[in-house]
């Protein structure tokens, strides 16, 4: 049962447009949640986090939006830039007796062209 | 220097080899895990420690073995390899359970 979804395996965007990453989750008892950005031959890197008592928070040009209601999150890039190209994985933890870990979606590869 | 360090960076063995991955940390944290990741599969959880007496199985630790050192070591064995364990591996750390980890640049592992 995959707790963590990113239904989209690539996205391609144009240099200087928005990026939207999207990720859904199933389980109601989480309420931390990670992006983080994956360049091949390196670790993943956290890119940016949100607390389930925010619907919003902001780094920069990276912005997460949370939607309890509707279990998902989303990730803007704004504006994309090429070095942004990357595997984004989004993450979540917290409640029940699952909160040691986090859970990983399958990740999206974001690819920004010049 | 990076935080979180992994050894070897690249590895190929061959069908039943007993092989080692070590990984060390310098960011004094006490949580440690070991992860795979296979294409299309994300990242999967091996094994986690929460300090050096403490030791838990994740979702997939069939065919392996971990051994905390010390707070910023922690190694992972395969006893017996087989080819489905070839994957990229990841180390990481925390400082506590279910906050932000922090990963190594991880081990390519080819079992032939």
């Known amino acids: 049962d995959q707790q963590v979804k990113q239904n989209s395996p690539s996205l391609s965007v144009q240099e200087g447009r928005i990026s939207i990453l999207n990720c859904d989750y199933t389980n109601s008892m989480f309420d931390y949640f990670l992006w983080y950005k994956k360049y091949p031959a390196e670790g993943p890197t956290f890119l940016i986090s949100?607390?389930?008592?925010?619907d919003k928070n902001e780094d920069g040009r990276f912005t997460v939006f949370l939607n309890k209601s509707a279990k998902h999150l989303s990730l803007h890039i704004v504006p994309s830039q090429p070095g942004d190209s990357a595997v984004y994985f989004c993450?979540?933890?917290?409640?029940?007796?699952?909160?040691?870990?986090?859970?990983f979606g399958k990740g999206t590869l974001l690819t920004v062209n010049p | 220097d990076a935080d979180v360090t992994q050894t070897p960076r690249n590895r190929i063995t061959k069908t039943g080899k007993r092989i080692m991955l070590e990984c060390s940390q310098t960011?004094?944290?006490?949580?440690m895990y070991w992860y795979r990741q296979d294409p299309g599969l994300g990242l999967r959880l091996i094994y986690y420690?929460?300090?050096?007496?403490?030791?838990n199985k994740g979702e997939i630790s069939d065919g392996y073995s971990v051994s905390r050192q010390a707070q910023a070591k922690f190694s992972l064995s395969l006893e017996s390899a087989i080819p489905n364990q070839t994957a990229l591996y990841f180390c990481a750390t925390s400082r506590d359970p279910g906050a932000t980890q922090y990963f190594g640049p991880g081990t390519r592992l080819t079992v032939l």
């Open positions: 960011k004094g944290h006490d949580r």
């Open positions: 420690s929460f300090d050096v007496k403490d030791i």
């Open positions: 949100i607390s389930s008592i925010k």
């Open positions: 993450a979540a933890s917290g409640g029940g007796g699952s909160n040691y870990k986090l859970t």
